[in-house]
């Protein structure tokens, strides 16, 4: 009989759906939402009514999409944690009740899992054991994936995430929210080695990030002093420069961690894997150090319900499901 999964992502402002069948992904639907930008970041408050809005729509798009009905399906699926608790809380309830409904098997996925397992959705997958960079606005990881369901965070950020290094300096460029993709997209004709922005000095395979946001902050500050049009005028050569650090603190310990594991299949994940010069920066990386490199599509790299489906599938196998009594929770370790 076909495993049949509704998966429903609503950890953050997005409210995702998406069916899975055998395995393979056959529809993913968003509802963004817009309203955030006017207030420079997401709202919770905000986010979980519009969740309540768009779920209905955005599940029945996907189910029609897929060509499935909701009498065949097997299991629903819904991101249990991390996130924002009134937005879980609106996808877990809605799983709950349409599970109940059905009879059929509950599956609390964890985010983080999730984004690591979007490279499982696409041919070519990584071999296990493989690394993953998993990197957002929340996260900044280096996980050791020994099985589907087996992984270990053997790297993280002792502050900021990349993603929030991203916005924040985007911020204080002036540029409107979310400040991430823009530094992605003026970087695109940029120097990257223009500015020199100093690489922290962590130990072992952690991340720090809030030590380069400050000397951004000083480096613009001190410079408009001179001329109050430095970023106008320099503003492609001051993003590709940002841009470059971040990715060159990412990717060194990487690096450092294949060398200390033996590792040589590696993937990224998160919603920064979505950023072109990470993107283009993994394979430079590949060649140069003999590496496989993953990287998942871009509709599978920012929150999504597809991410979700294909964990799913994999806790279904195990027989690893939820109870109606299943908690949603702001933060969760793996």
């Not at 053997?154 to 991430?180: H, Q, R």
């Not at 690096?255 to 590792?263: D, F, P």
């Amino acid at each position: 009989m076909s495993v049949k999964i509704l998966a429903i992502e609503s950890s953050c402002d997005d409210t995702g759906a998406a069916v899975l069948v055998d395995g393979k992904v056959l529809s993913n639907h968003i509802a963004n939402q817009k309203i955030h930008e006017q207030y420079g970041g997401v709202v919770p408050e905000l986010a979980s009514r519009a969740h309540q809005e768009n779920i209905v729509p955005v599940v029945d798009i996907a189910l029609k999409t897929a060509g499935v009905k909701r009498e065949e399906l097997s299991a629903i699926a819904f991101t249990q944690s991390p996130g924002l608790i009134g937005s879980l809380l609106v996808g877990s309830c809605f799983a709950k009740s349409m599970a109940m409904a059905l009879d059929i098997p509950l599956i609390g996925v964890h985010h983080m899992q999730a984004h690591v397992l979007a490279n499982f959705i696409d041919d070519p997958k990584p071999d296990f054991p493989f690394l993953c960079l998993t990197v957002s606005g929340g996260h900044t990881q280096i996980v050791l994936c020994e099985s589907p369901l087996r992984m270990r965070v053997i790297g993280e950020t002792l502050d900021d995430a990349a993603g929030e290094a991203f916005d924040k300096s985007a911020k204080i460029l002036g540029l409107p929210y979310p400040g991430g993709p823009l530094i992605d997209k003026y970087a695109k004709t940029g120097n990257p080695y223009r500015f020199k922005f100093t690489e922290p000095k962590i130990p072992e395979l952690n991340f720090s990030f809030s030590g380069l946001k400050t000397g951004i902050l000083y480096f613009l500050q001190e410079n408009q002093q001179k001329n109050p049009d430095f970023i106008q005028e320099n503003l492609a050569d001051i993003c590709a420069s940002i841009q470059e650090r971040i990715i060159s603190i990412l990717l060194n310990k990487v690096v450092k961690a294949s060398e200390e594991t033996g590792i040589r299949d590696i993937a990224i994940a998160g919603g920064v894997s979505a950023n072109s010069g990470l993107r283009s920066a993994l394979e430079v990386y590949g060649k140069k150090y003999h590496w496989r490199t993953f990287i998942p599509k871009f509709e599978y790299c920012t929150d999504n319900a597809g991410m979700i489906a294909i964990t799913a599938y994999y806790k279904f196998l195990a027989g690893d499901f939820a109870g109606l009594d299943a908690v949603p929770t702001a933060r969760a370790a793996f």
